[in-house]
């Protein structure tokens, strides 16, 4: 049974140039969530997905955007990308029973390097 | 404004001793915790969690306590095993599956 899968794993892009990162969640899964991780710190919630709508977002510019689609699976967007976007971008899938999540798990991650 | 702070980045431990990795958190709305570990180019892997309701919770090797009056909770690993050496994180949520992370530890077992 595959876990969360993201691609691409790494991602080497230029400032001001626009990415779409894409994520599978785990089987059985049907909320897909967000977040970033730049170096030294821990993940920051950027925003979460459920029945195709973003259900919450954390504090991150309407530059970030996503997408879930029929299947479940997710895309992030990240439009004019600054050098601070540089960062491990994690996914994680979960499945919510009367808005609470259970079994949140996290794929391996795609590392942007904006240079 | 960091609502779940983990205030060693490091630690080093000798294998076969206890390790224990501290969080704190602000926000009194908590009311579910969990410790994930992370090797270097994995994602995070859930390790351990706890509600609000209880006050400890054991799951083999590893002991998590809730202290809500101080809120602080904490992570025991007995005994350390080399193979525990990664990173951990702290993290909690309010009521919903939005978690909100502390900016981890790292512990390096010894032998």
């Known amino acids: 049974d595959a876990g969360v899968t993201q691609s691409p794993t790494h991602l080497i892009k230029t400032r001001g140039q626009q990415v779409t990162l894409r994520c599978s969640p785990k089987?059985?899964?049907?909320?897909v969530s967000w977040y970033q991780q730049a170096l030294g710190q821990g993940p920051q919630f950027i925003f979460q997905?459920?029945?195709?709508?973003?259900?919450q977002r954390g504090n991150f510019p309407d530059r970030f955007s996503g997408h879930q689609f029929p299947n479940y699976s997710s895309e992030l967007n990240v439009n004019a990308l600054l050098l601070g976007d540089s960062a491990l971008y994690l996914c994680a899938s979960s499945f919510v029973i009367q808005g609470v999540g259970y079994g949140y798990t996290f794929g391996s991650g795609t590392r942007l390097t904006v240079v | 404004d960091q609502q779940v702070k983990q205030n060693s980045p490091s630690l080093s431990v000798q294998e076969g001793r206890i390790s224990i990795l501290n969080c704190d958190y602000t926000?009194?709305?908590?009311?579910?915790f969990l410790w994930y570990k992370k090797y270097p180019a994995e994602g995070p892997t859930f390790l351990i969690s706890i509600s609000s309701i209880k006050d400890k919770n054991e799951d083999g090797r590893f002991t998590v306590f809730l202290n809500k009056s101080a809120k602080h909770l904490s992570l025991h690993i007995v005994p350390s095993q080399p193979g525990d050496s990664a990173v951990y994180f702290c993290?909690?949520?309010?009521?919903?599956?939005?978690?909100?992370f502390g900016t981890g530890t790292r512990l390096q077992v010894f032998p």
């Open positions: 993290a909690a949520s309010a009521n919903t599956d939005k978690l909100i």
């Open positions: 089987s059985g899964h049907d909320t």
């Open positions: 926000n009194s709305m908590f009311d579910y």
């Open positions: 997905y459920y029945e195709e709508e973003e259900r």
